[in-house]
């Protein structure tokens, strides 16, 4: 009989680790079934840590390093579907090349966790963090978080595949990470222990759901008009039941753990009394909170949103906050051609999000920090400038202003 | 509350480990002194390609809240210490994502520390670091350039001499006995260990005034904006060669006026000239296309467009036609083409002791033959 290996985590521990290597351990700590690997920076960090954690024997799981992007997210959803708990990820164009695979993966309530290790889509080939990668999934029925540190990383992985496989759920998890920031920078970790691990999170169990000889189904088959709006229907619902299996896990993820943030949807800095609040989403929180931290010694009212899940969209919570703003300033990683105010994604959500507020801040939108680009300190301070003006005047002399662009 | 940084400027993939060690190992070490920290390397050197100067970074700090001040500036502006892992890169560096050229002390503190592992002295590397108007302190740790592949590390505790000698020049950084104390930790070995501390006892420091070292200015260019780039992402097609000079004879490519390998190079081609046989085999084989082709057909290779990979030697048929020689043994960048027509006795004997140097003083991607590990240890021990 084959000896069994003592599990690495025994006891929690600090690492020094990477946000992508944070999401490897997390897999480990997850006992994830089946891992899939097409490489593509950034997301690749993860398949070599999850190699060399398998190598070591300090993880025992189906690799599987599939010919394509397609391939690779196509055999998670299958596995998925007998019952594997599985994860997998790409960035950039590897993403897009994957898309047919991903709608389906959320058509057939699939509860696959990926990494999105946020990169600029082609062309030009770049490798840098823009957030547009991710954004395609947000209509499909997909949880799509934005990850600011590595720690957070970790502990959002564990998180996803609780919510991802809860029954009154049971749809896929996108972990969006930014390339380079998160991915590659190494931070302290701490490491929780398999056992905390082993209390928080549950097996899988597809129930009736599962396909396997003792449970003969069919899944996916063809359907016609008659059938698909109830369908779509039927993922509707369970992305407006997920917000509360959310705050469900989050609680209980806080007591088993000891850490986190108040709210599992959105990240409060100095909001409270704030006339203008900053608002963005990932690893640009760092430089924007020392900025707030600086103009608030300057006695500055300014204060900073960081939005965490972008779907489901946390549209009540972020009312409560922005609502009492004079000013919001709201910084897109990302961008649309062509939108209503040529702006970016996140902008239009929130714009959409605070209409039915009475009494609505004014908004303005920066386009900051494509395709890997530092947004400085100095950056956000514009920004606010930016907003105080159009605060003070009554007037938006310009809605959306590319931030630090050559001219 | 302190935030101190230090920088490891190493060649892409063949330090890359060793580059790590460093990194980490500081990281580590802080904690025990119950400081915290972050490594990384810079995104935009990855990914690495062979011998590409590239940076890794490691920020120490008594606060997290100080650590988010420091990384909200991710790419650092200035350093405690610099830590430069081929003395080859004293001329400046260009990492190949093509920044110009960067002095190799550009982010070094005033009253900061560069660390350069070198056989050479002080004064001979001043001749190419470039000069600051702000005074530094310049530590020589006697070694070899620590090369090795991808898949492997050459162990030779560079690393560790490195640690020892970052605990001595900067003690708020991280103190030696944590050091010591986490080295056993982290890899239990006792003589790497004693290797921290053996460089720590031996580090001697050197002061650099203000305006000391080369005065050159270094080589920069403007990067257009989104109203002067051309639209479709198009680049142009550099203009066609000419002849050798300016006149009919020979053939000298035309080459980009921004994009120059300077010190992307560890390593440049010697050409002995009375040997070549005109074969073409470098020229036609160079992935650079960095040879002139001379009026009298030979073939000259051109240091603006090298990057030192080695093919024209390793293709050329004439025994020691074409050497490699460590590019630390250059100041300039001048034709050994035209050096050799000026005084071809000079330059035969120029070339011969370069050739014979490079024959005893193995620079290699790697290791220059069976046992050269073993050897190389004997001569640092000595060292």
């Given at each position: 009989m084959a000896t069994v290996k003592p599990k690495p985590y025994a006891e929690s521990k600090e690492e020094l680790i990477s946000g992508s290597e944070a999401i490897g351990i997390a897999c480990a700590l997850a006992d994830v079934d089946v891992i899939t690997a097409y490489p593509i920076r950034p997301y690749d960090t993860v398949m070599q840590y999850v190699s060399r954690l398998k190598a070591d024997g300090n993880f025992d799981f189906d690799f599987i390093v599939a010919e394509s992007e397609h391939s690779q997210f196509e055999i998670v959803k299958h596995a998925s579907a007998v019952g594997a708990r599985t994860f997998t990820g790409s960035s950039g164009v590897g993403w897009f090349y994957a898309f047919e695979a991903i709608t389906v993966t959320a058509g057939l309530r699939m509860p696959v966790v990926a990494m999105v290790g946020n990169r600029a889509l082609d062309d030009p080939g770049a490798f840098g963090v823009e957030h547009n990668d991710a954004m395609a999934v947000r209509d499909l029925g997909w949880h799509l978080y934005w990850v600011a540190t590595a720690q957070e990383a970790l502990d959002m992985a564990l998180i996803a595949w609780k919510v991802a496989e809860d029954p009154r759920v049971l749809l896929p998890f996108a972990l969006s990470c930014d390339g380079s920031f998160l991915t590659h920078s190494q931070a302290i970790v701490q490491v929780p222990s398999q056992d905390q691990v082993n209390r928080f999170l549950p097996s899988y169990q597809r129930g009736t759901l599962q396909l396997h000889p003792d449970n003969p189904i069919t899944v996916a088959p063809q359907v016609n008009e008659d059938w698909l709006m109830e369908i779509r229907k039927q993922t509707d619902e369970a992305m407006r039941r997920t917000s509360d299996v959310i705050k469900e896990a989050y609680d209980e993820f806080r007591e088993i753990f000891g850490r986190g943030d108040p709210s599992p949807f959105i990240e409060e800095y100095m909001?409270?009394?704030?006339?203008i609040i900053l608002v963005g989403m990932g690893t640009l929180a760092m430089p924007t909170r020392v900025a707030v931290r600086r103009m608030r010694e300057a006695g500055k009212k300014i204060g900073f949103l960081r939005i965490k899940f972008f779907r489901p969209f946390p549209a009540e919570e972020i009312r409560a906050v922005l609502g009492k703003a004079k000013g919001v300033a709201v910084i897109d990683r990302d961008y649309s051609y062509g939108s209503p105010s040529f702006g970016g994604v996140l902008f239009h959500e929130l714009r959409s999000t605070l209409y039915t507020l009475d009494d609505r801040p004014l908004m303005l939108n920066f386009i900051a920090g494509l395709g890997g680009r530092e947004i400085k300190v100095r950056d956000i301070d514009q920004m606010v400038e930016t907003t105080q003006t159009a605060i003070d005047t009554g007037k938006i002399e310009q809605e959306t202003t590319w931030v630090s662009v050559r001219e | 509350m302190a935030t101190l940084a230090v920088e490891v400027v190493y060649r892409g993939i063949f330090q890359r480990t060793l580059a790590r060690n460093i990194v980490r190992n500081i990281v580590f070490a802080a904690r025990k002194d119950s400081k915290i920290g972050t490594a990384f390397g810079r995104y935009s050197d990855s990914p690495e390609r062979n011998g590409i100067p590239a940076k890794q970074f490691a920020i120490v700090c008594d606060t997290a809240l100080e650590l988010e001040e420091s990384l909200a500036v991710y790419e650092a502006t200035n350093v405690d210490v610099t830590i430069n892992v081929d003395d080859a890169m004293c001329k400046g560096i260009e990492s190949w994502a093509w920044y110009g050229l960067q002095p190799i002390n550009e982010l070094t503190n005033s009253g900061g520390t560069l660390i350069v592992t070198s056989r050479q002295d002080a004064d001979s590397l001043l001749e190419d670091i470039h000069q600051k108007d702000t005074p530094y302190d310049l530590a020589i740790i006697p070694s070899t350039v620590s090369f090795s592949g991808l898949w492997v590390y050459k162990d030779d505790h560079t690393d560790m001499r490195i640690l020892g000698t970052l605990c001595k020049v900067c003690p708020d950084l991280v103190s030696l006995e944590a050091m010591l104390e986490s080295i056993q930790e982290q890899t239990g070995s006792g003589t790497k260990v004693a290797s921290v501390q053996k460089a720590f006892d031996r580090t001697v420091t050197r002061t650099v005034e203000p305006?000391?070292?080369?005065?050159e200015t270094p080589f920069s260019f403007d990067m257009p904006g989104w109203k002067t780039m051309e639209e479709g992402l198009v680049i142009r097609a550099l203009p066609q060669g000419a002849g050798y000079g300016g006149g009919d004879e020979g053939y000298v490519p035309g080459r980009s006026e921004v994009f120059k390998k300077w010190s992307t190079r560890s390593m440049r081609p010697v050409i002995n000239f009375e040997t070549c046989i005109k074969c073409t085999l470098c020229w036609l084989q160079c992935p650079d296309t960095c040879f002139d082709v001379t009026p009298d057909g030979l073939y000259d290779a051109n240091m603006e467009s090298c990057c030192g990979c080695g093919v024209c030697e390793a293709v050329c048929p004439v025994p020691d036609c074409v050497t490699m020689v460590s590019e630390s043994e250059f100041n300039g960048n001048d034709s050994q083409w035209e050096a050799w027509q000026k005084d071809k006795d000079g330059y035969d004997k120029w070339m011969t002791v370069l050739v014979e140097k490079q024959k005893s003083e193995t620079r290699t991607h790697g290791f220059h033959h069976v046992g050269g590990y073993a050897d190389e240890i004997n001569e640092m021990e000595e060292a």
């Amino acid at each position: 009989m084959a000896t069994v290996k003592p599990k690495p985590y025994a006891e929690s521990k600090e690492e020094l680790i990477s946000g992508s290597e944070a999401i490897g351990i997390a897999c480990a700590l997850a006992d994830v079934d089946v891992i899939t690997a097409y490489p593509i920076r950034p997301y690749d960090t993860v398949m070599q840590y999850v190699s060399r954690l398998k190598a070591d024997g300090n993880f025992d799981f189906d690799f599987i390093v599939a010919e394509s992007e397609h391939s690779q997210f196509e055999i998670v959803k299958h596995a998925s579907a007998v019952g594997a708990r599985t994860f997998t990820g790409s960035s950039g164009v590897g993403w897009f090349y994957a898309f047919e695979a991903i709608t389906v993966t959320a058509g057939l309530r699939m509860p696959v966790v990926a990494m999105v290790g946020n990169r600029a889509l082609d062309d030009p080939g770049a490798f840098g963090v823009e957030h547009n990668d991710a954004m395609a999934v947000r209509d499909l029925g997909w949880h799509l978080y934005w990850v600011a540190t590595a720690q957070e990383a970790l502990d959002m992985a564990l998180i996803a595949w609780k919510v991802a496989e809860d029954p009154r759920v049971l749809l896929p998890f996108a972990l969006s990470c930014d390339g380079s920031f998160l991915t590659h920078s190494q931070a302290i970790v701490q490491v929780p222990s398999q056992d905390q691990v082993n209390r928080f999170l549950p097996s899988y169990q597809r129930g009736t759901l599962q396909l396997h000889p003792d449970n003969p189904i069919t899944v996916a088959p063809q359907v016609n008009e008659d059938w698909l709006m109830e369908i779509r229907k039927q993922t509707d619902e369970a992305m407006r039941r997920t917000s509360d299996v959310i705050k469900e896990a989050y609680d209980e993820f806080r007591e088993i753990f000891g850490r986190g943030d108040p709210s599992p949807f959105i990240e409060e800095y100095m909001c409270d009394d704030a006339e203008i609040i900053l608002v963005g989403m990932g690893t640009l929180a760092m430089p924007t909170r020392v900025a707030v931290r600086r103009m608030r010694e300057a006695g500055k009212k300014i204060g900073f949103l960081r939005i965490k899940f972008f779907r489901p969209f946390p549209a009540e919570e972020i009312r409560a906050v922005l609502g009492k703003a004079k000013g919001v300033a709201v910084i897109d990683r990302d961008y649309s051609y062509g939108s209503p105010s040529f702006g970016g994604v996140l902008f239009h959500e929130l714009r959409s999000t605070l209409y039915t507020l009475d009494d609505r801040p004014l908004m303005l939108n920066f386009i900051a920090g494509l395709g890997g680009r530092e947004i400085k300190v100095r950056d956000i301070d514009q920004m606010v400038e930016t907003t105080q003006t159009a605060i003070d005047t009554g007037k938006i002399e310009q809605e959306t202003t590319w931030v630090s662009v050559r001219e | 509350m302190a935030t101190l940084a230090v920088e490891v400027v190493y060649r892409g993939i063949f330090q890359r480990t060793l580059a790590r060690n460093i990194v980490r190992n500081i990281v580590f070490a802080a904690r025990k002194d119950s400081k915290i920290g972050t490594a990384f390397g810079r995104y935009s050197d990855s990914p690495e390609r062979n011998g590409i100067p590239a940076k890794q970074f490691a920020i120490v700090c008594d606060t997290a809240l100080e650590l988010e001040e420091s990384l909200a500036v991710y790419e650092a502006t200035n350093v405690d210490v610099t830590i430069n892992v081929d003395d080859a890169m004293c001329k400046g560096i260009e990492s190949w994502a093509w920044y110009g050229l960067q002095p190799i002390n550009e982010l070094t503190n005033s009253g900061g520390t560069l660390i350069v592992t070198s056989r050479q002295d002080a004064d001979s590397l001043l001749e190419d670091i470039h000069q600051k108007d702000t005074p530094y302190d310049l530590a020589i740790i006697p070694s070899t350039v620590s090369f090795s592949g991808l898949w492997v590390y050459k162990d030779d505790h560079t690393d560790m001499r490195i640690l020892g000698t970052l605990c001595k020049v900067c003690p708020d950084l991280v103190s030696l006995e944590a050091m010591l104390e986490s080295i056993q930790e982290q890899t239990g070995s006792g003589t790497k260990v004693a290797s921290v501390q053996k460089a720590f006892d031996r580090t001697v420091t050197r002061t650099v005034e203000p305006g000391e070292g080369n005065t050159e200015t270094p080589f920069s260019f403007d990067m257009p904006g989104w109203k002067t780039m051309e639209e479709g992402l198009v680049i142009r097609a550099l203009p066609q060669g000419a002849g050798y000079g300016g006149g009919d004879e020979g053939y000298v490519p035309g080459r980009s006026e921004v994009f120059k390998k300077w010190s992307t190079r560890s390593m440049r081609p010697v050409i002995n000239f009375e040997t070549c046989i005109k074969c073409t085999l470098c020229w036609l084989q160079c992935p650079d296309t960095c040879f002139d082709v001379t009026p009298d057909g030979l073939y000259d290779a051109n240091m603006e467009s090298c990057c030192g990979c080695g093919v024209c030697e390793a293709v050329c048929p004439v025994p020691d036609c074409v050497t490699m020689v460590s590019e630390s043994e250059f100041n300039g960048n001048d034709s050994q083409w035209e050096a050799w027509q000026k005084d071809k006795d000079g330059y035969d004997k120029w070339m011969t002791v370069l050739v014979e140097k490079q024959k005893s003083e193995t620079r290699t991607h790697g290791f220059h033959h069976v046992g050269g590990y073993a050897d190389e240890i004997n001569e640092m021990e000595e060292a």
